[in-house]
């Protein structure tokens, strides 16, 4: 299984010569699974550059977005393969208790903020995801559950025979624990992210960030460090980086944090273009 950021960004689109090396997109992963399966996580801007890398013979792309906030799909209507009839595109999304998912992203898709009709797209499904649910992309096993995030969100966990890959971009696990991390089956996404080879982990804010901002939905890199280590995982890729921090501001949080921490992962930075092979 391959995998590689597109988009590294949280909130907005954040484009500028302070953010060149870490990327300026918002979310979205690239998925190559063991037998060539085309998996994309979450469609930010970050996914406009996706379609043109695809493989010529490519006949069916899976975009499983975590939830409906603009930064996760603001880019969808730029991804190519959309608008190509040879290309089957499986949208998958969050369920709702009130409205379909179609429904909820024809706001965007629409008039007056796209020009284009989600109904117009040639070879478009959409699918909504009641979790917990496992499903199978070729030879990839997905399972979708709920973390804590506002608004219906999930987490995957993609899982093959050369590695498993935990995907929680949007997460908030300390939210409401006194002594973070609790013990783990009272710890959000846990049980997605779990002895994974790689976890890609929200890491928004600084710790003094976080103070003014509990409970909108996202982690600082110590939370992040924490709930890695609870999980036992090999690898933490941060992500979601906030769009006021520049590469200067990320490189020296993290390397004072990982430096002066005993841990038993790796970190690596995530930035835009980072490529990872399990195998």
Known sequence: MKIKLWGTRGSLASAGPDTVRYGGDTASVQIVGCNGESVVLDAGSGIR??????PAETARVD???????MDHIQGLGFFQPLFDPTIEVRVWGPGSTTIDLGRRLTRYLSPPLFPVLLRDLPNVTLHEIDPPRTIMIGEL????????????????????????LAYLPDHEPALGVMDFPDSPEWTSGFGLAVDADVLIHDAQYTGEEHKTRVGWGHSTLEHALAFARLAGVKQLVTFHHDPA?????????IADLVDNSKLPFVVTPGRAGLEIDLA
């Open 63 to 69: 975009v499983l977005l975590t939830h409906l906030h």
């Open 49 to 54: 550059a996706i379609g043109p890398e695809l």
């Open 141 to 164: 096993t997905i399972r979708a559950d709920l973390i804590t995030h506002p608004g219906p969100t999930l987490g995957f966990r993609i899982e093959c025979h050369d590695g498993t």
């Open 245 to 253: 921090h520049s590469d200067e501001m990320l490189d020296e949080v």
